[in-house]
């Protein structure tokens, strides 16, 4: 070591005291240190004074040593009326300040205003209502208060390859899982039954839908009781309404103990009422039977179905016991099927029946499976919205960040003055986020009142019954919270970045905003557009879809077809219905059937053809069970063949196929070919084509088969064709008194096939109605941030315009040269959103097998669509500009 | 007046500065102390303390001249003001009173 080094303090020591020490402090310090080591070295030797330098150093760290001067002009602190510090930028008398001069900035550039306040508004109308909406959607079943423990029993089974679940199940399993499974503290068996039944007090009968249900669920359900019986399915001729049913059937009155009389034919008590379940629930019910009615009611019950393990029809809810583990239980009740059906080894090895438990927190958004997973469901579509009013949010408050940036010049001249006067930049930063905050709250209550005049109508596109929660405290915090955020983010920006100003350079000559602030508000533009047209293009994809899905041929008219549940008293008096309802002229053909024209409710495995293998067991085919003239009424085109005939009387062991049966049993000549189902020989006497009877319309067609019912249980509903000279309204009306007539406990109730097959596009609807008006907001709101920032740029450029028409230039090439920036953007937009759009469509499209391909055509349409909403915008602006007289704008100087 | 509370090492500090009169720094103030007290005393405290003091107004400072020894840095030079003076005086005439009072069993008698 040098003796250069040795002699003077430590380096290192001496370069932390210059960058520690505060600049008003550093020079007495930096010279009392340096004067006691010269003097102690003097005394004591440079290496002890170089140790005592360190030590001093660090006995000198201390907030007092680095803290700034708090003024020039020192003043004691503790003196009231002296204090001359900066008052802090939240203090009452700035705030005031900062409202004050945000209300007069508001007034004086009032279209600026109505854009910013507006658009935002907008933008948090549509980020609220998809708030409730997915609060709606989240919150369902939430009100039983067994949620957490309520499970649905499902059912996966494998059949020619496919592993499906299903809710329907033997209707022995829920006896069964009682009586030996200790993990549940409850089971409650129902029906599945669909359509409605009806109900008679009096001389007035009532359509309503109920099921049979176990006693159980009323405890379960956590069911309100509002009048009766705490326990109002243990007998079975009871039958317990909700509040909504029993005002409908008995008015005022009490109903507890009057007796109705069901389907005309078996005569209940009335024990309780309970209250209407919520519109998002699952359990919905006009009524409930008890499960036991079942029984006396239907002797078929007893007889065929009760220890029946193969007939899968009812559906089990449980309720596990505090503390059980799900995962447990499913592994005791996975086998309770295949042990009652171990006789058969083919099910043992190919169909594998498992049951399993489905959460309550999972029926709404999670309820479908592919191969025994669960794969989701309508959660998508929750996700998928929510992130559309994150994107409209987001464009909105874009909105204001561009537009408050792009009047920064002129408020720059505030800023200097501001600043020249002292204030600080924090103090800058608080008003400019207090004004974006006092513009956020003002477009909240405009919002509200959007949200308010907007919610019937968008409780009428999404059938529900949403309502504001105006008690809920959490609801104000969320949207206190939702406000601030959205006005700390919207004016962060300018915020930021008008605090950034020199006071010196403004004042001087006003800011050039050159192209590094021109750039980020570029940006923005390009985000904002590329959100909207991602959306755009989402919407016109998912309404290809849909068109698509209604554009395929489905191989039936449904037009002129109606469906009437059928009776006990339908199906005695059939031929005398028939003949009389074809001599009234109104209809020219009618038959029995299953389901409903436009569904099949029923499928089964079994059978077995000319050459198929004992696999080919468990090959399932929908089955429509039907009667003589089915092919006529539902109007399909035969293949090949006839329908079912009077004449021949072989018909009553008769099948038609369809195209896809034909195809999965590789029979060459299908007519005339002898099928074996159900210990029975059937012969094919005719072909149709693949009717679309689907659940969804975009479903593959499956094996059908048309079976010859002659047993009267299998009669669900009379499919009727009516006369097609005849307007329908007119064929309804003589229908009517037949139908009573001979069907004396049912009102006279049908349904429309084209109206029933339209109900299967709802998802579709719903997603592309939301996607359309989402779309369509997007779109507005960012057209008016342009609207805005073409009119700024156009005053901006006053001058520039000025002098270019001076010199010779046209209208047109004044409006091109203001018109040629954004047109580039949004092309840059386009560029973006293309493929994002096209790779989240494509999987949008993934869950459907009949669906469209996208084309170019659609992002061609797009591109055209947004550069013409763009230039109409911008256009106007740009022409006033252009149009200005020179002189005008150049006088002004 | 808040601020006349004078801690001990508050009073040793204002009583070194009043001692060293025209020439009272911090430096000067830490070397003067030392010899006296014969512990070593660091700069940070004495120089905490005497800013604490001018906050009070018990002090005041100007700067002084430079030396070679100081890398050619001034000295910030303190002088006791008259409330710094009378702080003093009060706290003697408490330790006086204090003194006067105490008995003279108390020590002894050893005290005289």
């Known amino acids: 070591m040098s003796q250069k080094q040795t002699n003077r303090p430590p380096g290192w020591a001496q370069r932390l005291l210059e960058r520690i020490t505060a600049p008003h402090l550093r020079e007495e310090i930096q010279g009392d240190m340096d004067e006691l080591f010269q003097k102690r070295a003097q005394r004591h030797g440079y290496p002890k004074a170089r140790l005592l330098y360190v030590v001093d150093l660090l006995l000198l760290l201390h907030p007092r040593l680095w803290r700034r001067e708090p003024n020039v002009n020192f003043k004691a602190r503790y003196t009231r009326y002296n204090d001359v510090s900066n008052p802090f930028f939240f203090h009452p008398t700035m705030i005031r300040n900062y409202v004050k001069i945000a209300f007069r900035n508001l007034v004086k550039n009032k279209a600026y205003s109505a854009i910013n306040i507006g658009g935002l508004a907008v933008g948090m109308a549509v980020a609220m209502l998809i708030g409730i909406w997915i609060n709606d959607e989240l919150s369902a079943n939430k009100h039983h208060k067994n949620y957490k423990t309520l499970y649905q029993v499902k059912l996966s089974q494998t059949f020619d390859g496919q592993r499906g679940t299903q809710d329907a199940l033997p209707f022995p399993v829920g006896e069964e899982l009682k009586s030996k499974y200790p993990d549940f503290k409850a089971v409650a068996m129902y029906d599945r039954g669909e359509g409605n039944r009806s109900l008679i007090v009096g001389n007035q009968k009532f359509l309503k839908q109920g099921l049979f249900i176990g006693e159980e669920a009323i405890d379960m359900f956590s069911l309100n009781i509002l009048n009766g019986d705490k326990n109002p399915l243990k007998e079975p001729y009871s039958i317990v309404l909700s509040d909504e049913t029993a005002k409908a059937l008995f008015g005022q009155q009490d109903p507890i103990g009057k007796i109705l009389k069901l389907d005309n034919k078996v005569d209940l008590k009335v024990t309780a009422v309970v209250a209407k379940q919520p519109k998002n629930a699952t359990l919905q019910f006009d009524y409930?039977?008890?499960?036991?009615?079942?029984?006396?009611?239907?002797?078929?019950?007893?007889?065929?179905?009760?220890?029946?393990?193969?007939?899968?029809?009812?559906?089990?809810?449980?309720?596990?016991?505090?503390?059980?583990?799900?995962?447990?239980?499913?592994?005791?009740?996975?086998?309770?099927?295949?042990?009652?059906?171990?006789?058969?080894?083919?099910?043992?090895?190919?169909?594998?029946?498992?049951?399993?438990?489905?959460?309550?927190?999972?029926?709404?958004?999670?309820?479908?499976?592919?191969?025994?997973?669960?794969?989701?469901?309508?959660?998508?579509?929750?996700?998928?919205?929510?992130?559309?009013?994150?994107?409209?949010?987001?464009?909105?408050?874009?909105?204001f960040m561009n537009l408050s940036t792009a009047r920064s010049e002129k408020r720059a001249k505030e800023v200097g003055v501001r600043k020249a006067v002292g204030s600080g930049r924090e103090q800058l930063i608080g008003q400019f986020l207090s004004e974006s905050t006092l513009i956020a709250f003002m477009a909240l209550v405009l919002a509200f009142g959007m949200v308010l005049i907007s919610l019937p109508y968008f409780n009428s596109l999404t059938t529900k019954t949403m309502a504001i929660e105006f008690g809920n405290p959490v609801f104000w915090g969320i949207m206190l919270v939702f406000t601030i955020f959205t006005g700390l983010l919207a004016g962060s920006y300018p915020a930021?970045?008008?605090?950034?100003?020199?006071?010196?350079?403004?004042?001087?000559?006003?800011?050039?905003?050159?192209?590094?602030?021109?750039?980020?508000?570029?940006?923005?533009?390009?985000?904002?557009?590329?959100?909207?047209?991602?959306?755009?293009?989402?919407?016109?994809?998912?309404?290809?879809?849909?068109?698509?899905?209604?554009?395929?041929?489905?191989?039936?008219?449904?037009?002129?077809?109606?469906?009437?549940?059928?009776?006990?008293?339908?199906?005695?008096?059939?031929?005398?219905?028939?003949?009389?309802?074809?001599?009234?002229?109104?209809?020219?053909?009618?038959?029995?059937?299953?389901?409903?024209?436009?569904?099949?409710?029923?499928?089964?495995?079994?059978?077995?053809?000319?050459?198929?293998?004992?696999?080919?067991?468990?090959?399932?085919?929908?089955?429509?069970?039907?009667?003589?003239?089915?092919?006529?009424?539902?109007?399909?085109?035969?293949?090949?063949?006839?329908?079912?005939?009077?004449?021949?009387?072989?018909?009553?062991?008769?099948?038609?196929?369809?195209?896809?049966?034909?195809?999965?049993?590789?029979?060459?000549?299908?007519?005339?070919?002898?099928?074996?189902?159900?210990?029975?020989?059937?012969?094919?006497?005719?072909?149709?084509?693949?009717?679309?009877?689907?659940?969804?319309?975009?479903?593959?067609?499956?094996?059908?088969?048309?079976?010859?019912?002659?047993?009267?249980?299998?009669?669900?509903?009379?499919?009727?064709?009516?006369?097609?000279?005849?307007?329908?309204?007119?064929?309804?009306?003589?229908?009517?008194?037949i139908f009573d007539k001979y069907n004396p406990g049912f009102p006279f109730d049908y349904k429309f096939s084209d109206t029933e097959y339209a109900k299967k596009f709802y998802y579709e609807e719903l997603i592309g109605n939301l996607s359309a008006i989402v779309s369509v907001l997007a779109i507005f709101i960012s057209c008016l941030g342009l609207f805005g920032l073409a009119s700024f740029m156009a005053e901006q450029r006053t001058k520039e315009i000025g002098i270019r028409k001076v010199l010779g230039a046209s209208v047109t090439s004044v409006w091109g040269l203001l018109s040629k920036d954004f047109v580039l953007l949004v092309i840059i937009s386009c560029l973006i959103a293309s493929p994002v759009a096209w790779y989240a469509m494509n999987q949008w499209l993934e869950s459907y097998t009949y669906k469209i391909t996208i084309g170019a055509g659609v992002f061609l349409i797009v591109l055209m669509m947004a550069l013409a909403i763009t230039l109409l915008t911008i256009s106007y602006q740009a022409i006033k500009a252009a149009l200005l007289n020179p002189v005008k704008s150049l006088r002004s100087e | 007046m808040k601020g006349t509370q004078l801690g001990e090492f508050e009073e040793i500090v204002l009583l070194t500065i009043a001692l060293l009169y025209d020439d009272a720094y911090s430096a000067a103030v830490v070397e003067e102390l030392s010899q006296r007290l014969e512990r070593p005393m660091s700069l940070g405290a004495v120089h905490r303390t005497m800013q604490r003091l001018e906050e009070k107004r018990l002090v005041h400072s100007r700067f002084g001249e430079a030396t070679a020894e100081r890398g050619g840095r001034r000295k910030r030079l303190f002088t006791v003001t008259t409330a710094g003076e009378q702080v003093l005086q009060e706290a003697r005439r408490i330790r006086n009173e204090l003194w006067a009072d105490i008995p003279k069993a108390a020590f002894g008698g050893g005290v005289s």
């Not at chain 1, 309770?336 to 309550?360: A, C, G, Q, W, Y």
């Open chain 1, 288 to 399: 409930l039977l008890p499960w036991s009615l079942q029984e006396n009611m239907y002797d078929w019950v007893a007889k065929y179905v009760k220890t029946n393990w193969e007939n899968n029809g009812w559906g089990v809810f449980v309720q596990l016991k505090d503390g059980i583990d799900p995962a447990q239980t499913n592994a005791k009740i996975k086998d309770v099927i295949l042990s009652h059906l171990s006789n058969d080894p083919n099910t043992r090895k190919l169909v594998k029946p498992e049951l399993f438990l489905h959460p309550m927190a999972k029926w709404r958004l999670y309820s479908e499976f592919a191969e025994g997973k669960n794969t989701g469901g309508f959660i998508k579509y929750v996700r998928l919205f929510g992130i559309f009013g994150l994107f409209i949010l987001v464009i909105a408050c874009i909105n």
């Open chain 1, 496 to 737: 930021l970045y008008l605090s950034s100003f020199n006071p010196v350079k403004i004042l001087k000559g006003g800011v050039h905003v050159g192209k590094s602030a021109s750039l980020p508000r570029k940006i923005l533009v390009v985000v904002q557009f590329t959100f909207s047209i991602v959306l755009m293009i989402g919407t016109i994809i998912i309404y290809q879809q849909m068109q698509h899905g209604k554009n395929r041929p489905i191989g039936f008219t449904k037009q002129g077809l109606i469906s009437v549940s059928s009776s006990n008293d339908l199906t005695t008096n059939f031929e005398a219905l028939r003949n009389e309802l074809l001599a009234s002229g109104a209809v020219s053909s009618i038959c029995k059937s299953n389901s409903p024209p436009t569904q099949w409710w029923s499928s089964n495995g079994g059978w077995s053809w000319k050459g198929s293998t004992p696999e080919d067991k468990s090959a399932i085919f929908t089955t429509i069970a039907t009667n003589f003239d089915y092919i006529k009424t539902m109007g399909i085109k035969l293949k090949e063949g006839r329908d079912f005939s009077r004449d021949f009387t072989t018909d009553s062991s008769g099948v038609i196929l369809n195209e896809a049966a034909v195809k999965r049993m590789g029979l060459k000549h299908p007519v005339g070919e002898i099928l074996k189902w159900a210990g029975k020989d059937r012969t094919v006497v005719g072909v149709i084509p693949d009717i679309v009877v689907e659940w969804s319309p975009y479903q593959t067609v499956r094996p059908l088969t048309i079976i010859f019912e002659k047993d009267r249980n299998w009669v669900s509903f009379l499919c009727v064709r009516i006369n097609p000279a005849m307007a329908p309204s007119l064929a309804i009306q003589k229908m009517a008194p």
